[in-house]
């Protein structure tokens, strides 16, 4: 112990890496729980580093529930189906229907959070996906630095003495004085043993830092793509990866389709966003994602494509382009939406946003929106007449989607109705729950019942700025795009 804490101080401090998964900067889950007849709004904070205690926090509404427990483990795999013991999550004496607590994620992957649920209405059991990778390297305080290096001097000195006595005057009887050659034989020994412990200091550091760098080798960054444009064509080129259960669990060619597309790629025009793209390449080969571009206005664009793997983790591609004036470019895809708003400079833009056909979005926007909050965003889309809309239907298998996008590039999250996590993820957390008695199914693609023109987002900003908000929602056979800034405390 004593030569960890040497080491300890002895290695350099690393700056951590910004998360880049399955959102860009923006790692906490926020997820809309409906189970039987009880609701839960959801937040998850991961742990940036591996192994770590993410926080749980849940706000219940619906059937009364009486006891409310947690439990962590993978969403696949043979640890899948062995949950250790639950945790009964506490609640809030203020508020009886909020709820904390805190779960050990012990390996990185794709996790879930499990909640059984107890009440007046029955037993219920419901999963949410989180996505546990290291993103970090924990630094020491110089402060705690110091003062680690000053008692581990101390106890080095002090060893060097005790070896020094106990081979010297230790063996003399009380009362007679060392003579020189007990006093040689001392210092031999306090030089020998600061030699053997300076030894023992530098190969304890050597051990520390290779641990160190092995650990920093698996920080979790997102995999190297290249954009490369021919004409219209567009072809994203993933670098060939390869499966590390440390990373979680992922290769350039074991994607799961989510909502029905193998990608889904953002394109927005920087620095002034006021063009954006959601389009959907394909698959051509291992690590290549290629589409025809559509008319894009020309510029600099960055790319965010969301994916998910065959381990259940989800990643976030990040590239960029320059799109020439020359690119003719098509139309765009059936499922494809675009948005063209006035530059983020210009000014915040109003709570409500009139598209190209009459139609008109509306945010309910919050007073003031303040960093590390969960909220739910709801947006309401209006016909030509002003009245709501009459004739919706559901975009992508939801009745909306939304991309929340930090002016400056460091978040984006691409995100639905029932939360951030993918839905694939959210199918695959709740597939194993079918056979538990009063389990919820919720690998539906399709919301049910009918689409309403409402539509509402759980998520929380996870640092103050500016953002732009992009919000995709479908009536007959138009998607919509809403264009939001939003100014976060």
């Not at 700056?15 to 926020?30: C, I, L, R």
């Not at 698959?283 to 894009?296: E, H, I, K, T, W």
């Not at 994916?307 to 499922?335: F, N, Q, R, W, Y």
């Not at 194993?432 to 919720?442: E, I, Y």
Request: hydrophobic share 45%.
């Amino acid at each position: 112990m004593f030569v960890r804490c040497i080491a300890a101080v002895l290695l350099l401090l690393i700056v951590p890496a910004p998360a880049a998964h399955a959102h860009v900067g923006s790692k906490d889950v926020f997820e809309t729980v409906h189970a039987g007849p009880y609701t839960l709004y959801v937040t998850v904070r991961p742990p940036n580093v591996i192994p770590g205690v993410a926080t749980v926090e849940v706000r219940s509404s619906g059937a009364a529930i009486s006891l409310l427990k947690v439990t962590p483990l993978p969403v696949t795999g043979e640890a899948s189906k062995h949950p250790p013991a639950a945790d009964v999550m506490q609640t809030s004496t203020a508020d009886p229907a909020f709820y904390t607590g805190a779960v050990w994620m012990m390996a990185g992957g794709t996790w879930q959070v499990r909640f059984d649920i107890e009440g007046a209405s029955g037993h219920e059991v419901a999963s949410v996906p989180v996505v546990a990778v290291p993103i970090a390297v924990l630094t020491m305080e110089k402060g705690m630095g110091t003062t680690l290096a000053i008692f581990g001097l101390f106890l080095v000195l002090s060893m060097a003495g005790i070896v020094a006595a106990a081979v010297g005057e230790a063996r003399l009887p009380p009362g007679v004085a060392p003579t020189p050659s007990v006093r040689r034989r001392g210092l031999i020994a306090t030089f020998a043993s600061l030699v053997f412990m300076a030894f023992a200091v530098v190969l304890g550091g050597h051990w520390w830092n290779v641990e160190a760098a092995d650990y920093s080798a698996n920080i979790f960054v997102p995999a190297p793509t290249k954009a490369v444009l021919a004409g219209d064509q567009l072809d994203l080129i993933v670098k060939n990866l390869h499966i590390d259960d440390r990373r979680g669990g992922r290769s350039n060619n074991d994607y799961l389709l989510d909502h029905g597309k193998i990608m889904h790629l953002y394109a927005i025009r920087e620095p002034d966003m006021d063009a954006a793209f959601h389009l959907h390449p394909d698959l051509v080969a291992a690590g290549d994602f290629r589409l025809s571009l559509p008319a894009m206005p020309p510029g600099h664009y960055n790319l965010y494509g969301d994916v998910v793997h065959k381990s259940g983790l989800p990643e976030t591609l990040l590239a960029s382009v320059d799109i020439p004036a020359s690119m003719p470019g098509g139309a765009l895809g059936v499922d494809d939406a675009e948005a063209v708003a006035a530059p983020i400079g210009a000014g915040e833009l109003d709570a409500s946003f009139k598209l190209p056909d009459g139609y008109t979005m509306v945010w309910d926007r919050p007073a003031t929106m303040t960093s590390g909050t969960a909220y739910s965003f709801t947006f309401h889309l209006l016909d030509q007449a002003g009245k709501p809309a009459t004739d919706m239907q559901p975009y992508l298998g939801m009745a909306g989607h939304a991309a929340f996008v930090k002016t400056d590039g460091s978040v984006f999250a691409h995100t639905h109705p029932e939360g951030s996590a993918a839905m694939v993820d959210v199918m695959l957390a709740n597939a194993s729950l079918d056979g538990l008695p009063g389990a919820t199914n919720m690998a539906a693609m399709n919301p049910p019942g009918p689409v309403t023109p409402d539509v509402s987002f759980p998520y929380g900003f996870p640092t103050p700025g500016r953002y732009r908000i992009f919000i995709q929602m479908k009536h007959g056979s138009t998607v919509e795009t809403g264009v939001f800034d939003a100014v976060v405390q």
